[in-house]
């Protein structure tokens, strides 16, 4: 029945011609990115589909982290929960980011970056999905597939770029918020941008809770922001970042075996100072940069099971230099030469409660060194080769290889056709060289190759666009955990082939009413948790200047939540979510909104063993002056 009304509801969205025109932009024809090549570059000229997720779309509903609005957003990306609010991290945490099935677990293999710099934990190497706060984004790039050839390591299956707010003209901006709802929910936050001349500074603080839909599933989050910037010249550009986080997490285990005191506190930063120089012929940036956190997990019991004796410790680090120069050479090129540096690793220990004596798990760092190249040559402005290769050495899995080539055309009547071939690449994280059982320092590195064409127009004066994507993936080398000589062991055995479709079609009716929709349809040969077979958006919103309105469905089929084992078949889950918000303008800047998600009160999980809310509400007042 939900499969057959996930039909009906593609058939719907094709036959109304859905899309908006200012908000989700996949390769619009006069659309301006930096994710797919680090300079600024007319995306029309790129190889790879780049998703632009803007400011607009991000603040519509109010989300406090960006994730699950390109949930919604972005077709071939999914994104795990596990409760109203709070991601979380270590066993039971959610905020995981599947594109076109690759995502690893924990999420090693999407590289989620702020201002085109990686940000993930240095010891385990994945993203921390709560720092992810909406309050920072100007807007969220995201690329579809392979960006290893520019990103290194973690960017195999695709890469999430957000891009911080630096007001562009001389003026002062502020706004507050306050909303509060379901389960004792609370958002608050308050931001403010200025420019002044050569000087221009965006700043801003959120605080969330809740008390969470089970018992034992409280969350609060501080995070505080600020991106500072100085036009030395008309030329020259000097800015610094700053970001931390810290929040606490308790996480209530799976439904069948609730557990006690499983609490973490986490503490997260980051920092970056760029220098970045644009002229007529050529541009690039100089930048060094520093995320890193400190964790502590006591991992809670089970009723009738015995309390750990010892809590967690982590402090971790990642930082290092990247540095790229653009130049047209001659007409119609781009050549790109680029090098990173990154240092990254951590010291993990347990802490015994009775007396506080620590054991060591792990102190231990790495170094990874690149250069990169890539050439691009526009002919006759029309057709456009792009190819490129990095070059990666890791100081424990050697030298890696991430080439890249590909064609867009331009075509009549405002179309577009681009193929592309992609190579990406993950190094083994120290978590899988030397932590725990399984660890094996043999390890190397993890590989894939990415085969797409897509094609774009649009018609009747760019109200209506249509967009579609064909792939095939070929990982090689996962890494996974098998009993070898009787024993857990991490060993490079995996494989995976990976085939899909990605549909996205729109149409503006003007007079501010606009409707959306994106499907994607994955096939895998190996089946993978939290990465579904069909995922359709469909969305209708209204913006009059004294109210908005909107309403979205989204429908989920093949969603994987455990797979099979000696013991027991796999588990799937197939769900829709209706979710609806409106907004009415009290007096100039001042709106008071409403929003409701999972209106027909779906049950459901994502991660197994945790069920997700039934209808939630939350409403509140936005001030922007």
Same mark, same amino acid.
């Not at 706060?133 to 960017?155: C, H, L």
């Not at 506190?265 to 400190?294: C, D, P, Q, W």
């Not at 015995?306 to 990642?318: C, E, L, N, Q, W």
């Not at 494989?495 to 349809?521: C, H, P, W």
């Given at each position: ?84 609010m709070g991601y979380g ?91 509060? $709802? ?105 930048? #060094? ?28 680090? /990642? ?26 690793? $951590? ?71 681009? #193929? ?89 009716? $003007? ?12 096939? /895998? ?24 309105? $909107?309403?979205s469905l989204q429908c ?55 069920? /997700?809310p039934k209808t939630t ?9």
């Amino acid at each position: 029945m939900k499969k057959t009304f996930c039909l009906l509801l593609t058939v719907a969205a094709v036959s109304a011609y859905a899309e908006q025109q200012d908000t989700l932009r996949t390769v619009s024809l006069d659309e301006v990115v930096a994710t797919g090549t680090r300079s600024q570059t007319d995306s029309r000229l790129l190889p790879m589909t780049v998703s632009v997720v803007n400011e607009a779309k991000l603040t519509q509903r109010n989300e406090v982290n960006i994730l699950p609005t390109l949930n919604e957003q972005v077709p071939g990306l999914f994104v795990t929960q596990r409760g109203v609010m709070g991601y979380g991290v270590s066993t039971g945490g959610s905020g995981g980011i599947k594109v076109r099935g690759i995502g690893g677990s924990p999420n090693t293999d999407i590289l989620v970056l702020i201002d085109g710099l990686p940000q993930y934990a240095g010891l385990y190497g994945h993203p921390v999905a709560d720092n992810y706060q909406t309050m920072m984004a100007e807007r969220v790039e995201v690329i579809r597939g392979p960006a290893s050839i520019y990103y290194g390591s973690n960017a195999m299956g695709g890469v999430v770029n957000i891009v911080t707010r630096q007001p562009k003209t001389d003026a002062v901006m502020s706004n507050l918020h306050l909303q509060y $709802g379901s389960y004792a929910t609370l958002d608050a936050g308050a931001t403010n941008q200025v420019r002044r001349g050569k000087f221009s500074s965006a700043v801003g603080f959120n605080y969330t809770r809740t008390d969470g839909h089970r018992d034992n599933m409280e969350f609060d989050e501080k995070n505080g922001f600020v991106r500072l910037g100085y036009d030395v010249s008309d030329n020259w550009r000097l800015s610094a970042t700053g970001n931390v986080a810290h929040f606490n997490s308790s996480n209530p285990g799976p439904v069948s075996k609730p557990l006690e005191d499983n609490d973490m506190h986490i503490l997260r930063g980051m920092a970056a100072l760029s220098l970045e120089n644009s002229f007529e012929a050529t541009s690039g940036a100089l930048r #060094v940069f520093y995320n890193g956190g400190k964790h502590e997990i006591y991992d809670g019991f089970a009723q009738g099971v015995t309390p750990p004796a010892s809590t967690y410790f982590h402090k971790d680090i /990642m930082a290092g230099v990247s540095a790229y120069q653009s130049v047209a050479f001659f007409e119609g090129n781009n050549t790109t030469i680029g090098f990173d540096y990154q240092h990254f690793g $951590g010291h993990a220990w347990n802490e015994a409660l009775a007396d506080g004596k620590e054991t060591d798990i792990i102190d231990k760092t790495q170094n990874e060194i690149a250069g990169y190249a890539d050439f691009r040559q526009n002919i006759a402005q029309r057709l456009t080769f792009d190819a490129g290769v990095r070059i990666d050495w890791h100081s424990e899995s050697g030298t890696a290889y991430a080439p890249q080539a590909g064609l867009s055309l331009v075509l009549p009547s405002d179309a577009q056709l681009k #193929v592309l071939a992609s190579r990406g690449f993950r190094n083994p994280t120290l978590r899988e060289l030397y932590m725990y059982k399984p660890a094996n320092k043999e390890l190397e590195c993890v590989s894939l190759w990415n085969y797409e064409i897509s094609y774009r127009q649009y018609l009747i004066e760019h109200r209506l666009k249509l967009g579609a994507n064909v792939f095939y993936l070929d990982a090689k080398d996962n890494i996974e955990t098998r009993v070898t000589d009787g024993r857990p062991l991490n060993v490079n055995t995996g494989e995976m082939k990976n085939t899909g479709v990605e549909l996205e079609i729109g149409y503006d009716f $003007g007079q501010g009413l606009r409707v959306d929709a994106n499907y994607s349809y994955l096939n /895998m040969d190996t089946p993978v948790l939290a990465a579904p077979e069909h995922k359709l958006n469909a969305s209708v919103r209204y913006h009059h200047e004294s109210f908005r309105i $909107g309403t979205s469905l989204q429908c989920i089929t093949g969603l994987y939540t455990e797979l099979a084992s000696a013991s027991a078949p796999a588990t799937k889950e197939d769900f829709v979510l209706w979710n609806a918000d409106a907004a009415v303008r009290i007096c100039k800047g001042l709106w008071a909104n409403l929003k409701a998600d999972n209106l027909i009160g779906q049950e459901y999980e994502i991660n197994a063993g945790f069920t /997700m809310p039934k209808t939630t509400i939350m409403g509140g007042l936005n001030w922007s002056f």
